[in-house]
């Protein structure tokens, strides 16, 4: 086998796709079942030479790729899989290092150390706090709400991490209406229920009301996390931080924030009243395959209380951090033992872009959410229904329509955006109603960006209608 060649190879396929980029359209030419069908073969019996199995491989699986790097994917909260990351990434696959430990793997556990320290600083957490490198903001607020856990019990005289739940007193669970579904996923994962929180009631734009928080928080005795947010998925909306952290700091809650993409707003002066006192909580989970733009998969979770954190995280029955604090065990911050290097793409991303760049890529974004956003509320039968101080947008069509006829009209444009390709979008239900959303976190997504996806929005309302769709 000629290793360069294969690489090389690799390498061309990745660069001919990247650079095609601006040729495709904003959706897959193929569904799934024709991928399915593209893939299916029975289970191969003789060898067959690894250039070929690329080969194969690339010609199987285009037609049905989704062009989520594209400038104009607006269908969710998806970042760019930047080149420099993606080219950091080919090595950390090539060099195959477990980055469970930092005998076993030096240069990747050294490399998740500088970045942790270079993420606290841009995002502006206390300094004191752990890093773990995980999948995602799923596994990043399941990592956080673990650390949460056992600390609240271990001050009422129980340790979850060593004895379980069974018999463990009651923990109190206090979360936004509108919190992301993930974050109910990871507390179902670590026994706290999706369904025995108590869900806080929110305003229009998905923020916790906190009179009404400061109401439930009054009543809650013993152990409590609450959970708040940075960046709601549809609105974009943060939770009042200043005002809330201090009301469930002097209950003795644990403070966790799902700042999936949000939290970058801390990156840039011009955002950073948004997420004002975000800092005063206690975890946080947030991507880097977000507003980072590193290829997936790549998440964080940041604890203040080091020693939570591993003690939620350790594999081994030895709790205590030990005696050299110097030297960092990736595996100590997360839920998995092997694992991929994830420090030398998000060091790669934070090196090309500096603090400076990624500020502007953020800026960038809100700034082409906010042009959108001015250039769709102009239309008469074109509602913006949330407050456009981030990237997120949820529009609604035929607004002057009963609800019924909106949802109709909503979902034919959808449909017909889909359909044509020159952006892509989704839909969601927003309080009783269907709602188109944009997410806009990619970054090559400008102001220019922006215009095209106004007019091709534009357009597909105009088709829909001309067909008598309202
Ligand atoms: C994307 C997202 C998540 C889940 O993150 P993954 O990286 O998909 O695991 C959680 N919360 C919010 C607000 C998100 O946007």
Redesign the pocket.
């Known amino acids: 086998m000629d290793t360069e060649a294969l690489f090389r190879v690799a390498a061309a396929e990745a660069a001919r796709y990247r650079n095609s980029v601006p040729d495709r359209p904003h959706r897959p030419v193929r569904g799934y079942a024709e991928s399915l069908a593209a893939f299916s073969e029975p289970l191969p019996v003789e060898a067959c030479e690894p250039e070929a199995v690329i080969a194969d491989l690339v010609s199987r699986a285009e037609a049905g790729l989704h062009l989520m790097v594209g400038p104009r994917f607006f269908g969710?909260?998806i970042g760019g899989s930047h080149p420099a990351g993606v080219a950091a990434d080919m090595l950390t696959s090539a060099w195959g290092q477990n980055a469970g430990n930092h005998v076993a793997a030096p240069s990747a556990s050294a490399v998740e150390t500088v970045a942790a320290r270079w993420l606290l600083e841009l995002l502006d957490l206390p300094r004191e706090s752990s890093v773990g490198f995980v999948?995602?903001?799923?596994?990043a607020?399941f990592t956080c709400l673990a650390a949460a856990r056992g600390a609240v019990l271990r001050r009422v005289g129980w340790d979850p991490d060593a004895n379980g739940l069974f018999g463990a007193p009651p923990v109190s669970v206090l979360i936004g209406d509108d919190a992301?579904t993930?974050?109910f996923s990871a507390l179902q994962y670590l026994g706290l229920g999706h369904d025995r929180v108590v869900r806080l009631p929110t305003d229009r734009e998905g923020r916790i009301r906190p009179d009404a928080f400061a109401a439930l928080m009054a009543a809650i005795e013993g152990p409590c996390i609450v959970i708040l947010?940075a960046?709601?998925?549809n609105s974009g909306a943060f939770d009042d931080f200043s005002t809330l952290v201090p009301i469930a700091r002097e209950r003795g809650a644990w403070i966790h924030v799902?700042?999936?993409?949000?939290l970058w707003a801390q990156v840039t002066p011009a955002l950073r009243h948004l997420s004002r006192g975000v800092d005063l909580a206690d975890s946080w989970?947030t991507?880097g395959?977000?507003w980072l733009q590193t290829p997936y998969d790549c998440?964080y979770a940041i604890v203040r209380d080091e020693a939570a954190h591993r003690r939620a995280m350790t594999i081994a029955a030895s709790y205590l951090p030990t005696a050299s604090m110097g030297e960092r065990d990736p595996s100590h911050y997360v839920p998995e033992l092997s694992r991929r290097a994830r420090g030398f793409a998000t060091w790669a991303m934070i090196k090309h872009l500096g603090r400076e760049g990624i500020a502007r890529m953020v800026e960038r974004n809100c700034r082409a959410a906010a042009a959108l956003a001015e250039a769709l509320g102009q239309h008469p039968d074109i509602a913006v229904i949330n407050s456009v101080d981030l990237n997120q947008m949820i529009i609604r069509f035929g607004a002057s329509l009963e609800p019924e006829r909106g949802d109709r009209l909503t979902r034919a444009v959808i449909a017909a955006i889909q359909e044509e390709g020159e952006i892509f979008t989704g839909g969601a239900e927003w309080r009783g109603l269907q709602v188109m959303r944009l997410s806009i976190s990619n970054y090559q997504t400008d102001e220019v960006e922006a215009e095209r996806a106004a007019t091709a929005i534009k357009q597909a309302l105009d088709r829909v209608k001309a067909l008598g769709g309202e």
């Open positions: 969710w909260v999948t995602g903001a799923t596994i607020n992301h993930t974050v947010q960046g709601q998925i799902d700042g999936a993409f949000g989970a991507d395959h977000k998440g």
